[in-house]
Nanobody, 119 residues
Framework: QVQLVESGGGLVQPGGSLRLSCTAS????????MGWYRQAPGKERELVAA???????NYADSVKGRFTISRDFGKNTLYLQMNGLKPEDTALYYC?????????????WGQGTQVTVSS
């Protein structure tokens, strides 16, 4: 069982920035992909950004140009740099890590970190 621990959430004004971190208990190179998801009250969990082992990235249209996903293999940590935050970015943000588990794959999740954008 992989442990994923998120940090970096908080309260920020519109237009502000935050950087989320997700530190894994083991090597993140073992994962075929990692990503950030978010869930706002009354809404379904949605993908925010993802990065594959090879470095390919994917972003939700709503965050393109504002958010950047990255990782540090040496620190076993995934990041999400969030700039130009909007009130609609308010949500609980979850770290996800996907690893191979034949015949398919297995997803591990962090406990979530709250991001609130408000003046």
């Amino acid at each position: 069982q992989v442990q994923l621990v998120e940090s970096g959430g908080g309260l920020v004004q519109p237009g502000g920035s935050l950087r989320l971190s997700c530190t894994a208990s083991g090597s993140i190179f073992n994962f075929i992909a990692m990503g950030w998801y978010r869930q706002a009250p009354g809404k379904e969990r949605e993908l925010v950004a993802a990065i594959t082992r090879g470095g390919n990235t994917n972003y939700a249209d709503s965050v393109k140009g504002r958010f950047t996903i990255s990782r540090d293999f040496g620190k076993n940590t995934l990041y999400l740099q969030m700039n130009g935050l909007k009130p609609e970015d308010t949500a609980l943000y979850y770290c996800n890590a996907r690893r191979e588990q034949p015949p398919g794959w297995h997803d591990d999740w962090g406990q979530g970190t709250q991001v609130t954008v408000s003046s």
